[in-house]
Structures are given as structure tokens and as C-alpha cells.
Nanobody, 111 residues
Framework: QVQLVESGGGLVQPGGSLRLSCAAS????????MAWYRQAPGKQRELVAR???????NYADFVKGRFTISRDFAKNSMYMQMNSLKAEDTAVYYC?????WGQGTQVTVSS
């Protein structure tokens, strides 16, 4: 079992930035992809970005050019830098690794 803990969410104005972090309770090695998902009220959970063990990344079209995913094996952590935030980015953001999920962190973009 591995526990995942997200942090870094909060309230930000449109156009602002946030950096999300996901810390794993133990090493997950260089085996699994890590990913960020989000779920807005009344909507299904959706993939935002994914990073493979070799550092390859892919992004949902709605965040391309604005969000950047990264990971640090030494710290058992993953990050997502979110720039140019929009109101429609408001959601709970979840970290996921090999069918394990964090509890989520709320991101609210509002003026």
C-alpha cells in the first residue's frame, strides 16, 4: 500500500498560478506512471496530466501550454505547476499512482 497526500491547492484569481504537490508515503520506484486528475462539481473525474518513469508527459488539451507536470524520485513526489488559471480549472485535484489515490486538494479560481 502507498498513501498519497496532495497539497498546494487554494483560492487564486483568474490568470494566477498554483503549484500542486503529491507526496507518496514510500518509494514507488521507476515503474509506474504518476498522474493528476480533477473533478469539478457535477462532473466526472478527468485526467489532467500524466508522467512516465522516463519523464515522458502528456496533457489534456484543456491544460496544454498552461500546466507542467514533474516528478522527483528522490523525494517520492510529483508536482504540477499551473499557470494562467481559469475559472473552469476550479475542481478537486487528485494524485494517482497504480490505482492508488490521494484525498484531493481543492483549487478554486475566482475573482
Amino acid at each position: 500500500q502507498v498513501q498519497l497526500v496532495e497539497s498546494g491547492g487554494g483560492l487564486v484569481q483568474p490568470g494566477g498560478s498554483l503549484r500542486l504537490s503529491c507526496a507518496a508515503s514510500r518509494s514507488i520506484g521507476r515503474i509506474y506512471d504518476m498522474a493528476w486528475y480533477r473533478q469539478a462539481p457535477g462532473k466526472q473525474r478527468e485526467l489532467v496530466a500524466r508522467i512516465t518513469p522516463d519523464g515522458s508527459t502528456n496533457y489534456a488539451d484543456f491544460v496544454k501550454g498552461r500546466f507542467t507536470i514533474s516528478r522527483d524520485f528522490a523525494k517520492n513526489s510529483m508536482y504540477m505547476q499551473m499557470n494562467s488559471l481559469k475559472a473552469e480549472d476550479t475542481a478537486v485535484y487528485y494524485c494517482a499512482v497504480n490505482l492508488h489515490w490521494g484525498q484531493g486538494t481543492q483549487v478554486t479560481v475566482s475573482s
